[in-house]
């Protein structure tokens, strides 16, 4: 696994994710709507902490900087 998820991205992934988590605990969401907050919460934590997704990689998105670009 390579990176794909860095730069911006990260840190809007880790606000999204603990937004999206906090909807699910705190909202009065059906039990289906909640369930789905929490995942896609804990997803968007999680790929911000490993620094890949693969549905980017699937669409060949990539905002993390190369090793050649990061040493300029």
């Known amino acids: 696994m390579t990176c794909n998820v ?3 991205e990260r840190p809007i992934r880790i606000v999204g994710g ?3 988590i ?6 009065d969401l059906p039990a289906m ?26 669409l060949g998105i990539n905002t993390c900087q ?4 990061a040493r300029k």
Do not use: D
């Open 66 to 69: 190369s090793s050649t670009s």
């Open 33 to 58: 709507g909640m369930g789905i907050a929490l995942t896609v919460g804990v997803v968007f934590l999680a790929t911000a902490a490993i620094g890949y997704c693969p549905l980017t990689s699937l």
């Open 22 to 27: 906090g909807v699910g605990v705190f909202a």
């Open 6 to 8: 860095g730069g911006v």
């Open 18 to 20: 603990l937004l999206l």
